[in-house]
């Protein structure tokens, strides 16, 4: 058997995955066609070439430009529904979605559109597929804490069919620590909450993630390593990382695979695992991210099915679920 179907037939969760960032450039030019939406590509290739990076900066400026292309209910359901599709052709038996709600509603386009495709394309996806799925909203750390709380507030009918709350977007400078109140609050209300720390940013960012927003997961983490007592603070409360390792390469955070601290990660006992973060843009999903560890890390079948079982513990499912799955 081949590494690529070993992967191919490992079960996996897929925790960190923003489905704006899921859009092929297929998808982005037929629904820059459908809503007249003016766009610099014309074709798939040139859409290809343009996405390259110096850093998050850079990706987020053409990312949240991309999202123009999401006007109608339909839009939002077809993003989710060939993400969910996709995923479930790489053995994911379920995912964790994000979605930044506010580069929507930032547009006029209202909450109700957003939420009802991508909603119903969950259900969609679990019906024909089986596939399930839970939904995240991030928010986006540059705008502020009110806008945040004000969001949280304006979510409530939508309560029941969401899964917790995250924290994306520029990292250096904005601080996990700005979003105390609006954490506090989701975890008063009952939601899960995960933070993107230790992306860009330091150790230090990663710190506040556990100990002021009290995070249940950390997305990316990396730069924990830089803090050896915070590793073993990690290790003990079995806080997982959910690692991007495409993600990081594609915006230059390691400058090779080679580099990638998937591995000394691993071996200082933390529960982590892999995901494609936004895929179109970075080249690979979730097995590719898989497989392009394995290939230059030199991880074996035992690694690779440490990753996909710490996907389930991590993941915000039932023990029942949880025992099904493993
Ligand atoms: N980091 C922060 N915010 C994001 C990312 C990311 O990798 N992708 C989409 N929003
Ligand atoms: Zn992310």
Redesign the pocket.
Known sequence: MTPEQFVAGLPKAELHM?I??SIDPELFLRLARRNGVDIRWQTEEELRAAYRFTD?QD??NL?YDGCRVLVQPQDFHDVTRDYLRRAHADRVLHAEM?L?VQGHTSRAVPLAVVMEGVLGAMEAAQAEDGISSGLIV?VQRHRSEDEALALLDDLRPWYDQLLGFGL????VGNPPSKFAGFFRRCRERGFKVVA?AG?EGPAAYVREAVELLQVQRL??GNACLDDPALVAQLAQQRIPLTV?PL?NLK?QLVPSMAAHPLRRLMDAGLCVTVNS??PSYFGGYVNDNYLACQQALGLGRDDMVSLARNSFEAAFITPLQRSAAL
């Open positions: 923003h704006e960032g998050l990706f987020l990312y994000f930044g991030v994306g977007g520029a990292e993107h992306e997305d990316h991007c993600s915006l973060d936004d």
